[in-house]
């Protein structure tokens, strides 16, 4: 566990609270632009690290709502994240970067979605690519958040033994 710990540590710079603007590119709509939020915490004395992001259009409505559970396999000294959102869900593999990640899921035949973070010391930027074999990246996702604040979660609200 504290192999698994230490390289969690790695993605300490996104715990907290997030906010910012995300620009999605949706077939049959065009570009839709809502206000994109990020919750981060750890969980298991650090070896998890939970994400939850949800975005909010202007009337208030939810049109995007992920959870995600990264982890650190030391036996094969590498990071995965199990994804969840709109009814999929599924386990890939993931690149801890200096000051970021990236991480791919399988869109077809032939083709994959490559996503990249970077955090640059003040903001977190996550681009998202359509890549089809034989064609150029199709970027359809951007997000650029501020951290806002601290966050308790997901430790707050546990259940105690008492």
Not at 39 to 52: A, K, N, P
Not at 96 to 114: H, I, R
Not at 136 to 143: A, E, H, L, N, Q
């Amino acid at each position: 566990m504290a192999q698994q710990s230490a390289a969690m540590h790695r993605l300490d710079w996104m715990h907290g609270k997030w906010r910012g603007e995300a620009r999605m590119q949706m077939p049959g709509v065009g570009e839709k632009v809502v206000t994109h939020t990020e919750r981060v915490g750890t969980l298991l004395d650090g070896t998890i690290t939970l994400i939850e992001g949800k975005s909010f259009d202007v009337d208030g409505k939810v049109p995007f709502n992920a959870f995600a559970v990264v982890s650190y396999d030391a036996r094969t000294q590498s990071f995965s994240m199990q994804s969840y959102t709109g009814g999929r869900s599924g386990t890939f593999p993931m690149t801890v970067l200096d000051k970021g990640y990236a991480w791919e899921v399988p869109a077809g035949p032939n083709a994959k979605v490559q996503y990249k973070a970077i955090f640059d010391g003040a903001t977190w930027t996550e681009t998202g690519d359509f890549v089809a074999e034989g064609q150029p990246p199709r970027p359809f996702f951007k997000m650029v958040l501020k951290r806002i604040g601290d966050s308790d979660w997901p430790m707050a609200g546990s259940v105690t033994r008492d």
